[in-house]
């Protein structure tokens, strides 16, 4: 059976879009369907994507609210709306605890660089301003902390070439948006193959 999966954003959406497409036509096609994109910004530019490719969004403003109250709106949709998976894609806030133990092992985030040298935000400049001659793109689970969830696969992408962190940024992004839906599918499809052979 297709499982349900949310897409929670904060911005651009450029790897919700690539979810989606795959979700219509390509590796993720009859492995699930896409709920809704949820975002915590009304203005986040991944909504009008969403909505022109015919998905349901959500907003539940962030901004103007204590976390506990923004976190309690999250928990309560969340809760109601039951998706197998919580798939964040750059969404920008941190997974209170309550929706972590609702959803356990059933959030997955993709961050732009290797979880174990770097948390948080701006993983590409991270990379850039350090140097770097590779940066590792990260698919995890997420967990209570920051960034510190079961590592589901890390892809390396060569930065040696990059003179610009927009060059850094574009090239990261463009491995992004294969291989996080490639990691999906593996999680997908291992826990298709095991509740087949649980019957
Ligand atoms: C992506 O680079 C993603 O890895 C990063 O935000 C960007 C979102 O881009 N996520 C994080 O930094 C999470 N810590 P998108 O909105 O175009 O998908």
């Not at 350090?130 to 990260?138: A, F, R, V």
Request: with cysteine; glycine share 6%.
């Amino acid at each position: 059976m297709k499982k349900k999966i949310a897409i929670l954003i904060s911005g651009r959406g450029s790897n919700m879009k690539t979810i989606i497409k795959n979700v219509e036509d390509s590796i993720l096609k009859e492995l699930c369907e896409v709920m809704v994109v949820f975002s915590n910004k009304k203005d986040a530019p991944g909504l009008e994507i969403a909505k022109s490719l015919g998905i349901s969004t959500k907003v539940i403003e962030s901004k103007g609210k204590k976390r506990s109250t923004y976190n309690k709106l999250l928990f309560d949709y969340l809760d109601e709306l039951n998706p197998d998976y919580i798939i964040l894609a750059g969404y920008m806030k941190i997974i209170s605890s309550d929706v972590v133990q609702r959803f356990r092992n059933r959030i997955i985030n993709i961050h732009p660089a290797d979880t174990a040298l770097h948390q948080g935000l701006h993983g590409y400049e991270w990379a850039f301003e350090n140097k770097m001659e590779s940066t590792k793109i990260t698919v995890h689970f997420v967990d209570e902390e920051l960034d510190t969830g079961k590592v589901i696969a890390k892809r390396e992408v060569d930065i040696s070439d990059c003179g610009t962190i927009e060059e850094v940024e574009q090239k990261g992004l463009k491995v992004e948006h294969q291989f996080y839906s490639e990691c999906l599918k593996k999680i997908l499809t291992t826990e298709h193959t095991e509740s087949t052979e649980n019957g």
